[in-house]
């Protein structure tokens, strides 16, 4: 088994899905694994021409690549086939494709009755947090108790699948959602999402650590989050990085608070996660606005003003010398 790891570093809305999309090209890998979160991440995905923003379905159906909602995911239903309706309707082919983990968890109507009641750290609304929280409770609904979708030919078992049915090794896209800034245990807590969005969250989908080629990480020139904490700086430029840059959520709408990117916890999460590669997008947004700075530490932080793009660059490849760095500044490709 071989298995390539995407992740975010920063506060999601990286760019997750234009990578996964870019290294699924390559035709090499025999499933794509979507491993944690749910509808409340949105990956947007250019291709043939046409725009996807996809919250469940893997990117790999877009190359008829086998694609997996992992163990570490929880299913909003009417999402899912709303997603594969819209895909077929778009001509993306889905038909054997598609798969769920018998072991990922439902999202219910109570669970999304209960999320829409809670506004203490601006959540998106879509039932993740109790449906984990049930998960761990062990009262949630697994999708192999889920009538509808045994039914229908979605439900999967991971080893099964991996161990035992492949003929060859396969060769696995593990595909992130969200970042290390909302990972349940390395986030900024409670700001935080209800799942693991590190490396070590692709591998509780039954993939041996032994298995890990490459971990790419990925963020952008600067940082972005979404939710009730105080995040974003002060001043004009913050707030045409935001326009020129579309920073508002796939999945909500809501604007994107911004900031500049904090090389300090950018460090931090390559070294804790074992990156191997780091893609750092959206640099064509600071070209237009004209300002290269960085920032290092939480809060206030130190900042480092840059004097163009050279030297921002030069400065972010020494700081983190120790992995392989790629700017992009084309939303359609690396």
Request: hydrophobic letters at 35%.
């Amino acid at each position: 088994m071989i298995a390539d790891i995407v992740i975010g570093l920063s506060y999601g809305d990286e760019g997750k899905g234009k990578v996964t999309h870019h290294l699924l090209k390559s035709g090499e890998y025999s499933h794509c694994l979507r491993f944690n979160g749910g509808c409340n991440a949105g990956h947007t995905i250019y291709h043939n021409g046409k725009k996807f923003v996809t919250h469940h379905i893997p990117a790999g159906v877009f190359f008829g690549v086998k694609s997996i909602i992992g163990s570490g995911c929880v299913v909003n239903l009417e999402q899912f086939y709303s997603e594969i309706r819209e895909l077929n309707d778009n001509g993306v082919e889905t038909d054997g494709l598609i798969y769920i983990a018998r072991n990922a968890h439902i999202i219910t109507d109570e669970h999304l009755e209960e999320d829409n009641k809670d506004t203490a750290i601006g959540t998106t609304k879509r039932g993740n947090g109790p449906a984990y929280r049930d998960k761990y409770a062990r009262l949630g609904q697994r999708a192999e108790a889920c009538s509808r979708l045994v039914e229908d030919g979605f439900v999967i078992d991971l080893y099964e699948e991996l161990y035992v049915r492949a003929i060859d090794p396969p060769t696995i896209l593990c595909e992130g959602a969200q970042g290390f800034g909302l990972d349940i245990d390395w986030g900024d807590y409670p700001y935080v999402t209800s799942s693991h969005c590190t490396t070590a969250g692709a591998l509780l989908n039954g993939i041996p650590p032994q298995a890990v080629r490459k971990v790419y990480g990925i963020t952008k020139a600067y940082d972005t989050y979404v939710g009730s904490k105080e995040f974003h700086g002060k001043g004009r430029v913050f707030d045409l990085i935001q326009q020129i840059g579309n920073e508002f959520g796939a999945t909500t709408g809501r604007s994107r608070q911004c900031n500049w990117l904090d090389i300090k916890m950018l460090d931090k999460a390559i070294k804790t996660n074992g990156v191997t590669d780091l893609i750092i997008n959206k640099v064509d947004i600071l070209r237009e606005v004209g300002s290269w700075n960085l920032r290092s530490g939480t809060g206030k932080g130190i900042f480092v003003q840059l004097g163009n793009e050279a030297a921002w660059a030069q400065y972010i490849t020494r700081y983190l010398k120790d992995v392989k760095v790629t700017f992009s500044g084309n939303p359609e490709r690396i």
